[in-house]
């Protein structure tokens, strides 16, 4: 039972991270980042002003999580916390997972990507970037299932964000 549910998640990560991530030679996503092109009617301004209703209505606080929004030029980037986190003995690492979105829309086109993804420790204020992970696992430092379980569940929220934001991105507006 445990080989198919690797089997299944080392499937699933590999489908999900090639229709939407850059990988080094180990396989592991260090950057998820994409570009959409909608039809002609959408234009910059229209796309930036659908993603700040979308980032209202999926975070608490919007203006906390905003760190630039320059709707003249359609750039906005977020830093957020998302919900994964790695597993230390079983248990949920104390800590929380950190990441930034940035938004930039071009005529009808706009790019999202991730970045500057990293856990930090509670207590000790001690920061593990997502490579400084990946390179813990390849130097045996860290075991093999945590890692890949922590970088499948970050994989997997990275792109639920996506598709939720390209959901309602890709909607044209009858204009209410």
Same mark, same amino acid.
Request: net charge positive; hydrophobic share 40%; with cysteine.
């Given at each position: 039972?445990?080989?198919?549910?690797?089997?299944?998640?080392?499937?699933?990560m590999?489908?999900? =991270?090639?229709?939407?991530?850059?990988?080094?030679?180990?396989?592991?996503?260090?950057?998820l980042?994409?570009?959409v092109?909608?039809?002609?009617?959408?234009?910059a301004?229209?796309?930036?002003?659908?993603f700040?209703?979308?980032?209202?209505?999926?975070?608490?606080?919007?203006?906390?999580?905003?760190?630039?929004?320059?709707?003249?030029?359609?750039?906005?980037?977020l830093?957020?916390?998302l919900?994964?986190?790695?597993m230390?003995?079983?248990?949920?690492?104390? =800590?929380?997972?950190?990441?930034?979105?940035?938004?930039?829309?071009?005529?009808?086109?706009y790019?999202?990507?991730?970045?500057?993804?990293?856990?930090?420790?509670?207590?000790?204020?001690?920061?593990?970037?997502?490579?400084?992970?990946?390179?813990?696992?390849?130097?045996?430092?860290?075991?093999?299932?945590?890692?890949i379980?922590?970088?499948?569940?970050?994989?997997?929220?990275?792109?639920?964000?996506?598709?939720?934001?390209?959901?309602?991105?890709?909607?044209k507006?009858? =204009?209410?």
């Amino acid at each position: 039972m445990k080989t198919i549910k690797l089997m299944m998640m080392t499937l699933m990560m590999c489908f999900l =991270g090639a229709s939407f991530s850059q990988t080094d030679t180990t396989g592991f996503t260090i950057q998820l980042s994409k570009i959409v092109e909608l039809d002609s009617s959408f234009t910059a301004q229209k796309t930036t002003s659908s993603f700040l209703n979308w980032v209202a209505l999926n975070f608490k606080s919007a203006n906390n999580v905003i760190q630039l929004k320059d709707v003249e030029n359609s750039n906005v980037i977020l830093k957020f916390i998302l919900s994964s986190s790695p597993m230390s003995m079983g248990v949920p690492a104390d =800590g929380s997972t950190h990441c930034t979105l940035s938004f930039k829309a071009v005529d009808n086109r706009y790019k999202i990507e991730f970045s500057q993804i990293y856990f930090k420790y509670r207590l000790n204020e001690y920061i593990v970037t997502y490579e400084e992970y990946k390179t813990a696992y390849l130097d045996g430092k860290a075991g093999k299932k945590t890692a890949i379980n922590y970088i499948l569940s970050l994989n997997g929220e990275l792109i639920a964000i996506y598709n939720s934001i390209t959901s309602a991105l890709n909607v044209k507006s009858d =204009g209410f």
